[in-house]
């Protein structure tokens, strides 16, 4: 939930307690969707987030064909193309409410995509999907060029959000803390954790994904088959001067 006044309201710190809304405010999430190829796919996840109320959805794994441009029910779909495989591929629903804000965009991977909005909300929203834990340092060091690269062009003083699946698990270590908070789900970092941590480092950028206090269940986006692992590897970040405008993150149990 996002902010768009430019003197930011507090809440309440206790638990799952959550911030009112005035009708200023911007609604978005992130969901790794695993494809939205099949038919009926697209309008049953645009139903889905309706429920929500939102604004907009930030997806990865649309496993599209080409890029295009879809109406979806209350809301229109941006979507970019997947890789040869059939895979990947992210994109973003945009409810009727704010569609005249959106200036482009634009998909310059399988992986990694931004959208530019005009206006009273954020001027520039970046998706990303990063690969797992196991893929080799050279992929990984390529994708986070690749970010740096989109994220330096545009200028500094827009309010640019970057968001996705990030695979990573980023941990409560006391040095990072300034910058991460102490909410994550977990301890310690992993190889990927690290780099999202050394990523915000850089670009003076805050993950406000682990700040806010919330149940456990309100904070992994990921679970084993089994039911037995909670990962909370979806995140979101943006400038430190900017973060207030961030009401709350949390994660919710959608349709699978």
């Given at each position: 939930v996002m902010n768009m006044n430019t003197k930011p309201r507090t809440w309440s710190d206790s638990l799952d307690k959550r911030p009112k809304l005035k009708k200023t405010?911007?609604?978005?999430?992130?969901?790794?969707?695993r494809?939205?190829?099949?038919?009926?796919?697209?309008r049953a996840v645009a139903e889905e987030i309706l429920k929500y109320k939102l604004d907009l959805l930030v997806v990865q794994e649309v496993r599209c064909d080409r890029e295009g441009i879809e109406p979806a029910g209350d809301y229109t779909f941006f979507y970019g193309k997947g890789n040869e495989n059939h895979e990947l591929g992210t994109g973003f629903l945009v409810h009727k409410r704010i569609l005249s804000a959106v200036k482009r965009a634009e998909f310059v991977s399988d992986r990694i995509s931004y959208i530019i909005l005009k206006g009273c909300?954020?001027?520039?929203?970046?998706?990303?999907?990063?690969?797992?834990?196991?893929?080799?340092?050279?992929?990984?060091?390529?994708?986070?060029?690749?970010?740096e690269h989109v994220f330096d062009k545009f200028p500094k003083y827009l309010m640019e959000i970057l968001l996705g699946d990030f695979n990573s698990k980023v941990g409560r270590e006391d040095i990072f803390k300034p910058m991460i908070g102490n909410e994550s789900l977990h301890e310690i970092n992993?190889?990927?954790?690290?780099?999202?941590?050394?990523?915000?480092t850089s670009k003076n950028l805050t993950v406000k994904s682990t700040m806010f206090p919330h149940h456990n269940i309100h904070k992994f986006t990921w679970k084993s088959s089994d039911g037995k692992i909670h990962n909370q590897i979806d995140h979101i970040l943006i400038e430190r001067r900017q973060q207030p405008s961030i009401l709350d993150v949390r994660s919710s149990r959608a349709a699978d």
């Open positions: 405010d911007m609604r978005f999430r992130m969901w790794n969707v494809s939205l190829y099949r038919a009926g796919s697209l909300w954020c001027d520039i929203v970046m998706n990303v999907h990063a690969q797992t834990e196991d893929k080799i340092d050279d992929i990984k060091d390529r994708f986070y060029e690749e970010i992993n190889d990927n954790g690290v780099r999202v941590v050394n990523f915000a």
